[in-house]
């Protein structure tokens, strides 16, 4: 037997993430007796869809089903969708119409010169993260905000990873860790989407599946997350509590990396970020923070 089709099987899992989270009264039905399951059951999603039972379980099941957008269209709506979650959805349902590529082209990911030249005349903290959440570069000032990454192995300079490392962590958690989690995981979940089968994003699914019940369960939630920005408190004893915003934007590839950059509003965040780029330029080289880029995991309230 064959076997699954690889973004058949993403559908299917996102399609069953979707379903769990519904419940009955949310979309006009009653709950009526004990139910096995907290969401909706496959039959009563496959009604409100104007789908077979046996239809939508093989869809579930991963099974060579290739629906049509018409049917796509009314499992959207069933679900509740929200137009990021209906584009995956179609993402990976016109994927899975297609044979599976024998060899998937995978160039190396890289920098472009004219991007890193950005970031060197930059004057806030930028970082350029792969598509699986490597870092691929940072500027100066971000490493004066998040600490320098050089004395960690390559293959371990991802934000996952080092998020979900409790060596680093020393076990805290910031209030807000679970949000962080979550936009950083729905970024990889839309990078899966392109390419289910990439060995960087199974070696990270794979190892965080083993060693973290709570990516586990965050990873099962499924969601999506194109791009993502928020607004991070980092305490830095230098210069004292820094309020930031950051923001994702994509650069050119298909998929391409992103620029995640963290500014902060005129007046004194503005200062205190200027403080602490000139103390980190003053500094000896070796002085340097040590440390990865959750650094702001670790020491920000959110």
Known sequence: ???PHPY??????FLR???GRLRPRDVGLEPGGRRKVSGLRREELALLAGLSTDYYQ???QGREVRPSDTV????AGALNLDEEERRHLFTLAHAARRPVPARPERAPERVPDSTRRLLRVMDTPAVVLGRHLDLL???VMAEALLGDPSGLPAERLNMLLLLFDEELNDGRRCHDWERQALDYIGMLRAAVATDPTHPRATAIVGELSIRSAEFRRLWARHDVRASVSGTKTFRVPEVGDLVLDWDTYPLPGNPGPVMLVF?????AQAD?????????ASRPAHEGRRGGPDDHVRGGEG
């Open 1 to 3: 037997m064959s076997s």
């Open 8 to 13: 058949a099987r993403e559908l299917g899992d």
């Open 17 to 19: 993430a979707r379903r």
């Open 58 to 60: 093989r869809m579930e």
């Open 72 to 75: 796509l269209e009314s499992l």
């Open 137 to 139: 570069d940072r500027n």
């Open 263 to 267: 500014t902060a509003e005129p007046g």
């Open 272 to 280: 205190r970020l200027r403080l602490l780029a000139s103390l980190r």
